[in-house]
């Protein structure tokens, strides 16, 4: 068991954690969230009850988070984009490039992924693009071609 003592502006709190790793996670979280107050530490003990002190993110060194998972890796992701290459007929819907031809082709969102996550897997949202066509677009472009 690891236990927490919060202390912002003298006033304190305690919380307990299971691992040492979610106790340094809280306090990065914490600290962060107090990062304008004045008097802010946080003192964790561990199971033998020795104290550690800390007024500043930095003192917790790096914490690793658990990462997204790619969505470009993902089943769902990889699926919708099959069956749009499948309905392009392998060609670029702007300029007829064909992967036959040795092209190489991008599925591309015709609104973002960034403003529009949720038409992430939306065969609507999707077009089958060449890598030129592709670059030209970036994002300046959000109309099906
Ligand atoms: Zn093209």
Same mark, same amino acid.
Do not use: I
């Given at each position: 068991m690891y236990r927490v003592t919060f202390y912002v502006e003298g006033r304190n709190r305690r919380t307990n954690y299971q691992s040492e790793k979610a106790a340094r996670r809280g306090i990065v979280r914490w600290l962060n969230k107090h990062h304008q107050a004045t008097?802010?530490?946080a003192i964790l003990y561990g199971p033998d009850g020795t *104290? @550690?002190?800390?007024? !500043?993110?930095?003192? =917790?060194?790096h914490i690793?988070?658990?990462k997204a998972p790619d969505f470009y890796q993902s089943?769902?992701?990889?699926?919708?984009?099959?069956?749009?290459?499948?309905?392009?007929?392998?060609?670029?819907?702007?300029?007829g490039a064909r992967a036959s031809e040795g092209v190489a082709l991008h599925v591309d969102h015709i609104k973002p992924r960034s403003t529009? *996550? @949720?038409?992430?897997? !939306?065969?609507?949202? =999707?077009?089958?693009l060449c890598g030129p066509?592709?670059?030209?677009?970036?994002?300046?472009?959000?109309?099906r071609w």
């Open positions: 008097d802010v530490h *104290p @550690e002190m800390f007024r !500043d993110v930095a003192e =917790l060194g690793d988070t658990p089943q769902a992701w990889l699926r919708v984009r099959v069956d749009a290459l499948a309905n392009a007929k392998g060609c670029c819907v702007l300029c529009h *996550p @949720e038409l992430e897997l !939306d065969p609507d949202n =999707l077009q089958v066509c592709n670059l030209g677009k970036s994002n300046r472009y959000s109309e």
